[in-house]
């Protein structure tokens, strides 16, 4: 009878230390998917400046083209963004690239600086001659 009292809790605590299987979620959360290399046996452009690696411009350029004491620079380079900062007319700054964003008197560049450790933007109208596109590339 021991032996069989033995056994039949053996099994028993076998059975219950075997994991439970979950039921599937209702509304499971979609996992993101690489996007896939549509043809892998064709060679890829590896160049740094192909993958956006290449060293950034530092250009200084000085606040011009305002009657105000200082403009606005954006976290975002739309009119409508937060405020960042608000950098005086006349200062020189560095600025590393620039991107295309709401356009003001015809304008459509925002130059990239940092202010205080954080990427702000200033609409390429308000930055002198020498941060042309050309002279900062593309962000």
Not at 12 to 25: K, N, Q, V
Not at 95 to 121: H, L, P
Request: glycine content about 6%; aromatic content about 8%.
């Amino acid at each position: 009878m021991n032996l069989q009292l033995a056994t039949a809790l053996t099994f028993l605590t076998l059975a219950l230390a075997m994991p439970a299987p979950e039921a599937e979620p209702e509304n499971p959360m979609p996992v993101p998917i690489a996007n896939p290399i549509e043809n892998e046996n064709e060679p890829r452009d590896i160049r740094p400046a192909a993958l956006g690696l290449e060293k950034r411009a530092r250009v200084s350029c000085k606040i011009v083209n305002t009657d105000s004491a200082a403009v606005n620079c954006r976290y975002k380079p739309s009119l409508s963004s937060s405020v960042i900062a608000r950098i005086p007319r006349g200062s020189t700054h560095t600025f590393y690239c620039y991107k295309r964003g709401d356009c003001y008197n015809g304008n459509c560049t925002w130059d990239q600086m940092f202010y205080r450790e954080q990427i702000c933007y200033i609409n390429g109208y308000y930055t002198g001659s020498s941060c042309t596109a050309k002279a900062l590339g593309v962000c």
